[in-house]
C-alpha cells in the first residue's frame, strides 16, 4: 500500500512537505505521482517522477512551487510545497505507475495511496 502524510494546516505563504512510504508494493522500476481533489473539484495531477528519478513533471498551477523527489533506498516519494495559496486546499494523494516514466494521466496509475489534507488558510 501508498501511505501518505505531512498534511495539514498552514497559512498562506507557508510550506508543507507530503511524504509517501510504499509497503507491500514495488517501488522499483516505476513513475510515481501526486494528484490532489479539492472540495467540489475533480482530481488532478500535480506532480510526477519517473525511475529513478532524473525526469520530473508538473502541473502549471504548481510549478516552480512544488517539488517532487524520490528516495530509491527508503521507498518514499516527498512533495515539497512552497508559496502555499488557499487554491492549493485538497486532498493529495501520491500513486505507482506501471512505467517508468512521467505520467501525468490517472489512467496510467495504478496504485493510490488512501490521502493526506493541506488546508491553506490564515
Known amino acids: 500500500q501508498l501511505q501518505a502524510s505531512g498534511g495539514g494546516l498552514v497559512q498562506p505563504g507557508g510550506s508543507l512537505r507530503l511524504s509517501c512510504a510504499a509497503s507491500g508494493v514495488s517501488f522499483r522500476y516505476y513513475g510515481m505521482g501526486w494528484f490532489r481533489q479539492a472540495p467540489g473539484k475533480e482530481r488532478e495531477f500535480v506532480a510526477a517522477i519517473s525511475w529513478p528519478g532524473m525526469k520530473t513533471g508538473y502541473a502549471d498551477s504548481v510549478k516552480g512551487r512544488f517539488t517532487i523527489s524520490r528516495d530509491n533506498a527508503l521507498n518514499t516519494v516527498d512533495l515539497q510545497a512552497n508559496s502555499l495559496k488557499p487554491e492549493d486546499t485538497a486532498v493529495y494523494y501520491c500513486?505507482?505507475?506501471?512505467?517508468?516514466?512521467?505520467?501525468?494521466?490517472?489512467?496510467?496509475?495504478?496504485?493510490w495511496g488512501q490521502g493526506t489534507l493541506v488546508t491553506v488558510s490564515s
Open positions: 500513486a505507482r505507475t506501471n512505467s517508468q516514466g512521467v505520467a501525468r494521466r490517472e489512467y496510467d496509475y495504478h496504485y
